[in-house]
T-cell receptor, first 112, second 114 residues
Framework: EPEVTQTPSHQVTQMGQEVILRCVPI?????FYWYRQILGQKVEFLVS????????KSEIFDDQFSVERPDGSNFTLKIRSTKLEDSAMYFC??????????FGQGTRLTVV | GDSVTQMEGPVTLSEEAFLTINCTYT??????LFWYVQYPGEGLQLLLK?????DKGSNKGFEATYRKETTSFHLEKGSVQVSDSAVYFC?????????????FGEGTQLTVNP
């Protein structure tokens, strides 16, 4: 069964460092998403991406964040200068026009 | 804005017990409603959905009915199994006001003991 794959499963980084979280969406999917879940809090929408551009973003997704689809298979989330409060589980998701979203297993980001 | 509220957890049950996880929502449009499940070490998986009032979503013995009058979408299962132990998330998508994004509840940890 096709699945969304995220790497790494856990990343530890120092405050102020840049991190890139990677996702490989399902191959025929066209809509891509990032969500995050801070420990003990709700899963929150960050950004959606379609046709090589951001289609929607939340107030959380400020200038520190960016997304990119550098080739035909990867979808990345970059955090330019990490803060302690960026520590969370980050989920990637993808879908077609006619399906609901399929989620990856998540990347746990720990900023120290 | 849109929001989803789930019953406070965690929930611990014995095998074969009846399960209810409450979910209520606030939305300005006419949302679609979802339950997602996260098994240990895995991603969020769609469990069931309902797209309009009075629709019942069902899958793997779980059911939820879209109640517009009470703005609720409670998850139920008649007889839980140990393998149902997971975190359950209620969510909505309000296409009129928020595109294709999902708005999630807090999640409810379910533990089923043998």
């Amino acid at each position: 069964e096709p699945e969304v794959t995220q790497t790494p499963s856990h990343q530890v980084t120092q405050m102020g460092q840049e991190v890139i979280l990677r996702c490989v969406p399902i191959s025929n999917h066209l809509y891509f998403y990032w969500y995050r879940q801070i420990l003990g809090q709700k899963v929150e929408f960050l950004v959606s991406f379609y046709n090589n551009e951001i289609s929607e973003k939340s107030e959380i997704f400020d200038d520190q964040f960016s997304v990119e689809r550098p080739d035909g298979s990867n979808f990345t989330l970059k955090i330019r200068s990490t803060k302690l409060e960026d520590s969370a589980m980050y989920f990637c998701a993808s879908r077609t026009q006619n399906t609901e979203a399929f989620f990856g297993q998540g990347t746990r980001l720990t900023v120290v | 804005g849109d929001s989803v509220t789930q019953m406070e957890g965690p929930v611990t049950l014995s095998e074969e017990a009846f399960l209810t996880i409450n979910c209520t929502y606030t939305a300005t449009g006419y949302p679609s409603l979802f339950w997602y499940v996260q098994y240990p070490g895995e991603g969020l998986q769609l469990l069931l959905k309902a797209t309009k009032a009075d629709d019942k979503g069902s899958n793997k013995g779980f059911e939820a009915t879209y109640r517009k009058e009470t703005t609720s979408f409670h998850l139920e299962k008649g007889s839980v199994q140990v393998s149902d132990s997971a975190v359950y998330f209620c969510a909505l998508r309000d296409g009129e006001t928020s595109g294709s994004r999902l708005t999630f509840g807090e999640g409810t940890q379910l533990t089923v003991n043998p």
